[in-house]
């Protein structure tokens, strides 16, 4: 994939016009990182926005003790690190790749230039920077309000909107390089905890498991979960 048709299809760039996003493609770095690989801790200083080109990267805070909280999951056609992109202080959190990742960065002074020159850019950093919050505020309902599998449910809808890849009419298919003790983190429980509750969902005919693979086969089922 060229570094213009990159940004076509990362909405924040997709409607600047081509000589802007010309000028902007002669200036991103790629980078692949390797399963595992951390792109950067939090409070680390930031002077780039990832574009991800193919892979997953997953969005992590520590605790002092070494815990570790997922904030989110980022796919191919998305980007990251706009926060401190744009405020020029230490990264909000961590990133770590979940597979082999290709990323294009762009560093502040280009896009800073850039969204000088174009308003439009502008306005769809605030609509990412809205959608940001608007997940946020949705996960820290879910942490509040909901028990284990409601959480689990939820973070898996989100995914499989986000993530998925349609199979058939009905089922969508998760295949993130998420391991249970991944997912774990992201909804505040053990292993053991998400284990059985996945381990419900499938008995339900919810969801079925291959591996890495989670199939969402009742998206309505798994929504009504979310609910209680
Ligand atoms: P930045 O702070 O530069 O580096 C970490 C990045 O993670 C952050 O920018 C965002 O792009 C991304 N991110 C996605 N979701 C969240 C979240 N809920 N909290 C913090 N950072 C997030």
Redesign the pocket.
């Known amino acids: 994939m060229s570094n213009i048709d990159l940004l076509r299809r990362t909405p924040l760039f997709a409607d600047l016009p081509d000589a802007e996003l010309n000028a902007l493609a002669a200036h991103l770095s790629r980078r692949t990182f390797g399963k595992g690989m951390i792109l950067?801790h939090k409070d680390s200083p930031?002077q780039t926005l990832y574009l991800i080109e193919s892979g997953t990267i997953r969005?992590f805070v520590l605790s002092e003790t070494g815990q570790e909280m997922t904030?989110?999951v980022?796919g191919a056609g998305e980007c990251?690190?706009?926060?401190?992109?744009l405020d020029g202080k230490p990264?909000?959190?961590g990133?770590v790749a979940l597979e082999q990742t290709v990323t294009y960065a762009l560093h502040r002074d280009d896009f800073l230039r850039c969204l000088h020159d174009y308003p439009l850019l502008a306005q769809r950093i605030i609509e990412l920077l809205a959608e940001?919050l608007r997940?946020?505020t949705a996960?820290a309902e879910c942490l509040a309000f909901l028990d284990v599998p409601g959480r689990l449910a939820a973070a898996l809808l989100d995914l499989a909107e986000r993530h998925g890849v349609k199979r058939d009419a009905n089922t969508v298919a998760i295949d993130l390089h998420l391991t249970q003790t991944e997912l774990a983190t992201w909804v505040g429980a053990t292993r053991e905890m998400v284990n059985r509750a996945l381990v419900v969902f499938r008995d339900q005919g919810w969801i079925s498991i291959e591996g890495q693979t989670i199939k969402i086969l009742d998206m309505r089922q798994l929504r009504e979960r979310t609910l209680r």
Do not use: D, Q, V
């Open positions: 950067f930031g969005i904030l989110n980022h990251f690190g706009e926060i401190s992109l990264r909000s959190a990133a940001r997940h946020l996960y």
